[in-house]
């Protein structure tokens, strides 16, 4: 039976160990359709509706246009694998900011590299990130960006220098809440931040949420 996140401990092998005990044991539950559900304190891009004129390179569900605080959130995830046998992750991000939804997906699959998974961004998976995952002292899951890409009429370009993009995302567990953290910061060595996000969230499986 494949578990949650079967991608994430795959790719750490026998780091997964050194994840805080409620991340490992929520990684390790049976996987479905999964739901999640919480709060962002910050979340989307200051550059607003500009991104808009992205889309026609990146495709739809790739880009967040909104900026707000305290923005509610929900993650729905499935965990497979491949033909070839390689687990994945396919994430729809939900962020319900006033008067709009917007969604960011993305599907996860273990590189043939340990401790690398390939994350291909948006509905069209036009963006390919390759990415490092670690566990930090404090238990936390680690994502950082190695490698990204371009994929555009079959052929892949590479996106270094000023057009490159690096993402750094956590995902801890607060123990005085009991409830998982997220945080993820998209930055341009250019123009700084493009995207971001930090807040908590909740399975559903889990106690009712907690409010903020």
């Known amino acids: 039976m494949t578990a949650r996140g079967e991608v994430f401990l795959a790719a750490l092998g026998p780091d997964a160990e050194r994840l805080h005990p409620e991340i490992l044991a929520q990684m390790r539950a049976p996987a479905g359709v999964d739901r ?8 989307g891009s200051r550059f607003g509706r500009l991104g ?12 967040v246009t909104r900026f707000g605080r305290d923005v509610p959130f929900s993650l729905r995830t499935r965990a497979g694998r491949t033909s070839s046998g390689r687990a994945t ?19 996860l699959t273990v590189s043939v590299v340990p401790g690398l998974v390939r994350n291909l961004l948006g509905a ?5 990130l390759i990415e490092e995952c670690s566990v930090t002292a404090q238990g936390a899951l680690r994502m950082r960006t190695r490698r990204i890409a371009l994929r555009l ?3 892949r370009f590479a996106l270094r220098g000023i057009l490159g993009i690096s993402v750094d995302l956590e995902d801890g567990w607060d123990e005085a809440q009991k ?17 971001e996000y930090r ?3 909740r399975h559903r499986d889990e106690d009712q949420l907690t409010p903020q």
């Open 153 to 155: 009429w079959g052929r």
């Open 52 to 63: 808009i004129l992205a889309l026609p390179v990146v495709g739809p569900r790739m880009l």
């Open 199 to 201: 807040g908590w969230y």
């Open 36 to 43: 999640a559900e919480g709060v962002f304190t910050v979340a």
């Open 179 to 195: 409830r998982r953290t997220i945080e993820m910061r998209a930055t341009n060595p250019l123009v700084g931040t493009i995207l």
């Open 89 to 107: 992750l396919d994430t729809t991000r939900e962020f319900r900011f006033p008067g709009t939804t917007q969604f960011i997906s993305d599907r």
């Open 124 to 128: 069209r998976g036009r963006v390919e």
